[in-house]
């Protein structure tokens, strides 16, 4: 499998199986589970998790093979995909985390030591949304002056980074977020966009 398959298929399957992890598996009644909502069905939990963050690594996989590629193009848009790159490799890690925590709350048997361990996973997955609308939005920018996608794919990283990017503050505060719905939503359409025009390229 070459380059530009590879990495079309991890920016197409990506979303879609974080879509299903998280929309249709997470035991959640709000946006993010609690540790006994993980507990009460730890298999359809370890599913859910594996699936969600599973996707989302994907995605941010094909996100670093692009910003890559263009940094290593080099040329209008490099110097913003070189910060993106290590942008996005900073969130794999995070993912790795975030999925090791919340899998051992649902395999935990004492509510209280697993509460204690989600606020860690809380936490992770507050502090998420920093590094990862400042790389949507700079590769947003360094697509628009390399032009190497279509104009919409760029305006698509913008307004997705841009909205994790103003969502950032109150999720580190703790309340719930519009701008982190409309960019993650945002950051999914995005990828799937960027993998087929990807899958597509001669």
Known sequence: MDS????????????IVALVGWMVLYPAEGSIATASELMADPDLSKAALILGFGGMIAIFIGLINI????????????????????MFMAVVPMLFLGAAVELSVADATKTMTASTVMMLGTA??????????????????????AKNFHVGAAALLVISGAALAIS??????????LA????????????IVLGVLRLRAD
């Open 67 to 86: 910003s890559r590629k263009m940094l290593m193009a080099g040329g209008a848009g490099s110097s913003y995909a070189n910060i993106a790159t290590f």
């Open 4 to 15: 530009k398959m590879q990495t079309g298929l991890l920016l197409v399957l990506g979303p």
């Open 124 to 145: 992770v997955g507050n502090g998420i949304a920093i590094p990862v609308g400042a790389g949507v939005f700079l590769l947003g920018i360094g697509v628009a002056l």
């Open 180 to 191: 982190e719905m409309v960019g993650f939503m945002g950051l999914f359409l995005t990828s």
């Open 168 to 177: 950032s503050p109150s999720l580190i505060l703790g309340a719930d977020n």
